[in-house]
């Protein structure tokens, strides 16, 4: 969103191709848009099971909502606000995501503004034809048209990641490839549980449980609370792990089993894309930051800084300027980025044009998906 001449703004432009360049020195909302019976199209907000059951989303009147809650606060371990939405079993997952229907994720995010994390998932209605691939033909057409939304939704400081329920249709079919889609607002789960149901919710769960640099997958946490894990009707347990790192190297979040540790834990975090965010955690950190760089910029719009007679920017505020932003960033992300860096031209000249120019730059933790040890025997330790 440009600045115009009307109501006056903070604009920002995230990059996603900076973690290459030298960086020198608000957690998880969730939100599920799913396939229900009942309550079409009203958002409404829930704190735990017995909460959404009292306001009518119960196993037989909502199944898919019930069911995603129910694996969604037992992995939480306790009570936490969630805004559902209904949809018709047939509007598709393409449709949920697509930016001009005001009767999608579109009409949730205007109702929760404070959404960092959307779910979705359908059961769709007799007659559907899912088609003969891999994947049900209505989630890489979802994966591409999403897009348009989250891209929206960045441009006006309310970012969100997008979570999709993958069903398989046949596993034997060549896999799809969600990371050549080049959108890295979107994770496309492929597990579910041994009745059937999307192990997204689970997701869902550590992110709204843990702060924005913990990864779902970190190991610290335990093990998911599920007893069985799926893929397209398979047991993970049937795969060999090489079969597994073809579903990951395509792009798809997995889950698997990790020696010496009973359970079932998500597998590296992918996203829809190979950009800086090709990761859950890079783009819910980025979102993170955006809203609290947004948030300590706004108290200055309309008002004056000064300017030097070349009509360059006086030193002194920009620095002061800076330093509003970075100290909000640290304060509010300690222990969950490296550093953070705001950098504020003097050579703007904000009395011929009136729209200040600033970067951020994010310096994320560090992770350790991959650990390489070298071992052998010795018959000296001196």
Known sequence: MGQGTGTPAVSVNVNANNLQREV????????????????????????????????????????????????????????????????????TLTQMVTATNENGIKKLLLAGKDITHVVIDRTPGVGYAPGTGFLDV????????????????????????????????????????PNTANNTGVMVLLANDGNGNSLASLAAARIAKYNASVKIGNGQNGPLTVSEAFIGGKAIEDFYPEQLDEFADAG??????????????????????????????HGSLIDKAQRIATAA???????????????????????????????????QMTGQISDVDVIIPTDQNLIET???????K????GYLTWITIEMGLTSNLN
Do not use: C, W
């Open 24 to 91: 020198k020195k608000i957690d998880g909302v969730i939100a599920f848009v799913l396939t229900s019976p009942v309550l079409i199209g009203v958002v409404k907000k829930v704190f735990n099971l017995n909460d959404a059951e009292g306001k009518g989303y119960t196993a037989i009147a909502a199944p898919l909502v019930h069911a995603a809650l129910e694996l969604f606060y037992n992995e939480l371990g306790g009570s936490q606000k969630v805004y559902v939405m209904g949809v018709e079993d047939t509007m």
């Open 138 to 177: 209505d989630v890489p057409a979802a994966v591409l048209a999403s897009k348009a939304l989250l891209t929206y939704q960045t441009t006006i400081n309310r970012p969100f990641r997008l979570l999709i329920a993958a069903k398989v249709i046949d596993i034997e079919e060549p896999v799809y490839e």
């Open 252 to 281: 798809f979040t997995v889950v698997h089993q990790r020696e010496g540790s009973a359970g079932y834990y998500f597998g590296r975090d992918n996203m829809a894309g190979a950009d800086d965010f090709r990761i859950l955690v």
């Open 297 to 331: 910029n706004m108290p200055f719009l309309e008002t004056s800084v000064r300017m030097n007679a070349d009509g360059t920017m006086n030193a002194a505020d920009a620095k002061y300027l800076e330093e509003i932003t970075k100290q909000a960033i640290l304060s």
């Open 354 to 360: 009136p729209n200040l120019k600033e970067t951020v």
């Open 362 to 365: 994010i310096l994320p933790l």
